[in-house]
C-alpha cells in the first residue's frame, strides 16, 4: 500500500501527475491531502525533508518509510516496482515516445503553466489575451500529441495502452478545456483523456471540494 501526499485536486496539477501514475494503472494507494497554502503544508514539508513539494509517495519497507518526489521519479520508482502495470510501454519505439514527452512536460511548457494555471473550478471561459509565448506552446502541445499519436498509432500517446505520457499531460489537456484553448488538432486527444476514468474520477472530488482559491481564479 502506498501513500500519495497531494494538494487540493481542482488546483494542483503536479498531485494529478502523480495520483494517476497510481490510480491509473490499479496500484493500491491512499491519499494524504495537505493543502496549498495553509498552516499545515510548511510543517508537513519539513517532516519530508529534503522533499518540497507535492506530490510525494510514500510506502514503508522493513520498518522505515521510503519517500519519493517528482513526478518523473515517481513514474520510474513505479515502473521498476511494478513492471506489469504498463507505466512505460513494453515497445520500444512506444517506450521512447512516452519518455520525450513526459521529460518535455515536466521540463516545460513555462508559459502555459503560468498564464492558464490548473483550475477545475473554471470550464470553457476564454483566456484574454493569448500571447505569442502562450500560441507557440498551444502549438506545440499539438504538434508533439500528433507526432506521438501517428508513432505509435494510437489512441493513446504511447499506443493501445494509457502510460505515463498520457499522465504527464492530463493536466495540460484540463488547461485546454478550462481556458477555451482546444482546436481542431487537440479536440480528440483532449476528449479522450478528460474522459479517462481515473481523470474523470479526481475532476468529480476536485469538484466537491467547497474550497477556492482566488488566485487561481482571477486567472
Known amino acids: 500500500m502506498y501513500r500519495i501526499i497531494i494538494a487540493q485536486k481542482a488546483y494542483s496539477s ?26 499545515e ?4 514539508m519539513k517532516a519530508r525533508a529534503p522533499a518540497r513539494t507535492v506530490p510525494i509517495l510514500e510506502w514503508e519497507d522493513g520498518g522505515q518509510t521510503r519517500r ?4 518523473l521519479a515517481i513514474a520510474e520508482t513505479l515502473a521498476e516496482r511494478h513492471p506489469e502495470a504498463g507505466i512505460w510501454p513494453e515497445d520500444p519505439t512506444s517506450r521512447d515516445v512516452a519518455r520525450i514527452i513526459a521529460n ?15 483550475n477545475l473550478h ?4 476564454r483566456k484574454d489575451p493569448i500571447t505569442p509565448e ?43 478545456e478550462s481556458y477555451d484553448l482546444i482546436d481542431a488538432r487537440t479536440e480528440a486527444y483532449t476528449a479522450r483523456i478528460l474522459s479517462h476514468p481515473s481523470v474523470l474520477r479526481w475532476r468529480e472530488a476536485a469538484l466537491d471540494d467547497p474550497e477556492r482559491i482566488s488566485w487561481y481564479d482571477a486567472h
Open 14 to 39: 503536479w498531485s494529478l501527475r502523480g495520483w494517476l501514475l497510481l490510480d491509473a494503472f490499479g496500484l493500491a494507494y491512499e491519499e494524504v491531502l495537505i493543502r496549498l497554502y495553509s498552516d
Open 41 to 44: 503544508f510548511a510543517p508537513a
Open 68 to 71: 519519493v518526489w517528482e513526478s
Open 104 to 118: 518535455e512536460m515536466h521540463a516545460g511548457f513555462t508559459a502555459l503553466r503560468t498564464a492558464c494555471p490548473m
Open 122 to 125: 473554471r470550464s470553457g471561459k
Open 134 to 176: 502562450l500560441t507557440a506552446e498551444i502549438d506545440r502541445a499539438a504538434e508533439l500529441w500528433s507526432w506521438a499519436l501517428q508513432s505509435t498509432g494510437g489512441p493513446w500517446l504511447a499506443g493501445s495502452g494509457f502510460s505515463a505520457a498520457d499522465a504527464f499531460m492530463a493536466p495540460l489537456a484540463t488547461r485546454l
